[in-house]
């Protein structure tokens, strides 16, 4: 498949570009700045990276993960099937900020109005409890403005309590390259974890952090901080503890050797992995 | 004291409303109180009737014996603020919040003036200064003069005081956790500029025995406060994991529960029980400690007063039954705390609908003209906070914790989502750009700092490693590079009654405010969308 030709408003000159799209599949790694596009007056900016020749869409990644102008992003995944978006390539995987600044990462795309956002917002996010009360609402204060000022956020239903039997549970968390900022997803599911593990009464909750190597397509090698994953076992750890969890039964562990990338998918490598065992 | 009531003319700021529209300038911006004075009206330029107000009341003195009602109107610059006591009224005799707890004459009501909806105007400052020849306990040396070590009886000596309403706020270097331990901060700090000459001072700067930094605030309102005290309710991941990096809150020591960081504008103090220590020992120079029943006093106090703009001098009434449901203090007791209000329905601070044609009132003079003008004006207003999208790029600790750099988010949808008070519910501290170089405003009255971060540091995110800054901000708490220049958003009620605005009082009046993010954003507003938002956050 050969993607269309397209023109890049901001880089100065008008750059015409074609390549071979990649297979559904493909596994990419590489570092780059990424490229901000304005999708209308009325929705968030969308982002993407090109690398080859080709543009891949950073959109959704997990809240860590959403690009910055003025940093390179480190992108790493797979090329997904189906539709583009943001004007780019779709991938599952992962984009990480790289922490330092880089000046030259400074585009941000005019709307054109042919790439359009879509607007989130209370009526698409949340569960369908949610959803509906807000809609609920929404239709009683087109009718009542007074009531334009009670929450439309309805608090999301509790998270039953776990309930035997008790068995092992594990979680992996992941991270962006260098940092110890779990994704909001992972955090929430860690939350239940520790929960899980008072309930349950745990003899052993073990976690483990480590650090990784990415291993780019071009040949070159990006290897995390000495220490990352001492870092990332202890602040998971020290959340445990603060959430409840019996740090006399936590034990806590790292392997500060950077597991070694292939590039494919390394950025599962970087990780915390908690254990509890009842 | 009686409830305020407001005579029936304000044939000046009707005048002056159609004065600005002609001009399409906003006299929010402080010509109305210039024009009040040139037409003669009393001192804080209200048009109130003598017998209805008399202006010493307007000052609440330590030790004084009154009863603050359950409700009260207060004249602020552009019309009244009610401050609402939801626990009814209370007698100040005695009590600790109204009572001298120190050394030099202080009480908490000394810099949370009823009448400033709980805040301090500078306004009120001057006044305080001009009626008493500088000798209140508001100008005590410790942190009412520029340093201590200035002659006090000058006025140059209490300038960012008179001209800004800014405090000296002396921290230790480096940093001390709220047990007192000491934090390891990931730069250094060297004094480029100092023109109060108190951070090179031998016994209070920084090369002192006890090494200090001094940087000049605001005092925040000590209103609403079940906003600021509630854990967010529908930030992810949870109520008690910060969103910025996915760590926990802090915890009350107190209660062992975790704490929301909204109260300071550094987050240093939690609570208010801790926040009234802190300020009983540094402001009120209290050599002995608070005991638990003048903790309780104040704690008590400070959580259940409500404070909130409810009269306009052209818009008229802003509580009852045709006006907006999220106005006046009312709504504040009565609505849910720490909710976001980012989204169709509740537009942060409720709907603005009824005021988008206001219908004309009964004598269709030019007071019930101005009136309605004004009404939608402040509608528009509230469309422009909350819908009018623009970038908002290179925020510190905002862009970079995980919604993208650039952002691009209205008012309203971005950083001041919390349901009717306007702040970041996140909880959010960021450097919008108030205190840190190239975006803060030319500020010769400030000091000026160097901050050098290590290597191993993470840099702020858009600065780098070598920052200047007039106030390190949140990172004078926590030591940490990224936190250079960070500040909590705070509530955006009873504006009109406690200019300037922002922790360093850079925008003098409303107008200021609205330039200082246009230009920050570069957003583009037109001059009448300008008036529009200053109209509209001059009745929140």
Redesign the interface.
């Known amino acids: 498949m050969i993607r269309g030709f397209f023109v890049c408003g901001l880089y100065g000159l008008a750059v015409l570009a074609s390549a071979a799209e990649p297979a559904p599949g493909t596994a990419i790694s590489f570092l780059a700045c990424p490229i901000a596009r304005d999708t209308g007056p009325d929705t968030d900016l969308c982002f993407f990276a090109e690398h080859d020749g080709t543009r891949y869409a950073l959109v959704n990644p997990p809240d860590w993960g959403v690009p910055q102008l003025k940093h390179r992003v480190l992108v790493e995944g797979r090329v997904k099937e189906g539709a583009s978006s943001c004007g780019a390539v779709g991938i599952e995987g992962r984009a990480s900020v790289m922490a330092e600044i880089d000046n030259s990462c400074d585009v941000l795309l005019p709307f054109d109005d042919v790439i359009k956002g879509v607007a989130g917002g209370v009526f698409n996010n949340g569960t369908p409890q949610q959803r509906a009360l807000a809609q609920d609402l929404a239709r009683r204060a087109a009718l009542d403005p007074r009531l334009s000022i009670e929450p439309a956020i309805a608090e999301a239903p509790p998270v039953p309590p776990p309930v035997p039997p008790f068995e092992r549970r594990t979680q992996t968390l992941l991270y962006p390259f260098d940092s110890d900022r779990a994704s909001g997803p992972d955090m929430v599911k860690l939350k239940e974890l520790a929960t899980f593990a008072q309930v349950a009464k745990a003899r052993i909750v073990t976690v483990a952090g480590y650090r990784a190597t990415s291993h780019l397509s071009d040949g070159n090698d990006l290897i995390e901080r000495p220490g990352m994953a001492e870092i990332r076992a202890k602040k998971i750890a020290a959340i445990l503890a603060a959430l409840g969890v019996n740090a006399a039964h936590t034990q806590v562990s790292w392997e500060d050797r950077a597991i070694l990338g292939s590039g494919n998918d390394d950025w599962r490598n970087r990780k915390a992995e908690v254990i509890v065992e009842p | 004291m009686k409830a305020v009531t407001i005579d029936d003319n304000s044939a000046s700021a009707v005048a002056n409303w159609y004065s600005m529209k002609s001009r399409l300038k906003s006299l929010r911006g402080g010509a109305l109180l210039a024009a009040a004075a040139l037409t003669g009206i009393g001192a804080a330029g209200l048009g109130f009737a003598a017998a209805e107000y008399d202006a010493t009341e307007a000052w609440w003195k330590p030790g004084d014996a009154r009863l603050m009602p359950a409700s009260a109107d207060y004249a602020d610059a552009l019309g009244r603020v009610r401050v609402l006591n939801a626990a009814g009224s209370l007698q100040t005799k005695d009590h600790a919040f109204f009572t001298a707890l120190g050394s030099n004459g202080r009480a908490c009501v000394t810099c949370h003036q009823p009448s400033n909806g709980m805040g301090l105007s500078v306004d009120t400052v001057r006044k305080r200064w001009q009626d008493t020849a500088g000798k209140d306990p508001l100008f005590a040396a410790i942190d009412g003069s520029n340093c201590p070590n200035l002659p006090q009886q000058e006025r140059t000596s209490h300038s960012l005081l008179l001209d800004r309403g800014l405090f000296r706020v002396f921290l230790p270097w480096p940093p001390r956790a709220g047990d007192g331990s000491a934090v390891e901060p990931e730069f250094t700090i060297e004094v480029v500029r100092d023109p109060t000459g108190c951070n090179t001072d031998p016994i209070y700067g920084l090369n002192s025995k006890s090494p200090t930094i001094s940087v000049f605030r605001r005092p925040r309102p000590v209103a609403n406060l079940k906003y600021l005290l509630e854990l967010p309710?529908?930030v992810?991941?949870?109520d008690f994991?910060f969103?910025n990096?996915?760590?926990?809150l802090p915890?009350n020591p107190e209660t062992g529960g975790f704490a929301s960081l909204q109260l300071m504008s550094d987050g240093r103090d939690l609570t208010p029980r801790i926040q009234a220590r802190d300020a009983a020992s540094n402001h009120l120079q209290a050599h002995a400690a608070l005991n638990p029943k003048q903790l309780s006093q104040i704690e008590s106090f400070e959580i259940q007063v409500y404070s909130a703009q409810s009269f306009d001098k052209v818009g008229r009434e802003l509580t009852g039954a045709d006006s907006?449901?999220?106005l006046g203090p009312e709504?504040l007791e009565k609505?849910?705390p720490a909710?976001?209000?980012n989204?169709?329905?509740?537009?942060i601070?409720?709907?603005f609908?009824?005021w988008q044609s206001a219908p004309a009132g009964s004598d269709g003079g030019d007071a019930d003209r101005a009136r309605r003008e004004f009404r939608e004006s402040v509608a528009r207003g509230s469309d422009i906070f909350y819908?009018r999208?623009f970038?908002i790029?290179?925020v510190g600790r905002y862009?970079?914790k995980?919604?993208?750099?650039?952002?691009?988010?209205s008012c309203g949808s971005g950083c001041h989502n919390t349901?009717?008070m306007g702040m970041d519910l996140a909880p959010g501290y960021m450097d919008l750009g108030l205190n840190n170089l190239p975006w803060a405003s030319a500020r010769p009255d400030l000091p000026l700092f160097k901050v050098v971060c290590n290597s191993k540091s993470?840099?702020q995110?858009?600065l780098?490693r070598i920052i200047y800054t007039h106030d390190p901000a949140r990172a004078l708490i926590t030591g940490k590079c990224a936190d250079v220049g960070a500040s909590m958003t705070q509530q955006s009620r009873s504006l009109a009654a406690r200019a300037p605005y922002f922790m360093n009082g850079s925008a003098a009046n409303l107008r200021e405010l609205v330039d200082f993010y246009d230009r920050r954003f570069n957003i583009g507003y037109s001059e009448s969308e300008k008036v529009d938002l200053v109209n509209f956050l001059s009745v929140l």
């Open positions: 309710h529908g992810p991941p949870s994991l969103y990096d996915k760590s926990l915890r907006p449901p999220g709504a609505g849910a909710r976001l209000g989204n169709p329905i509740n537009r601070f409720g709907s609908a009824m819908v999208r970038i790029n290179d862009n970079d995980g919604l993208g750099n650039p952002f691009k988010r349901l009717l993470a840099p995110s858009y780098g």
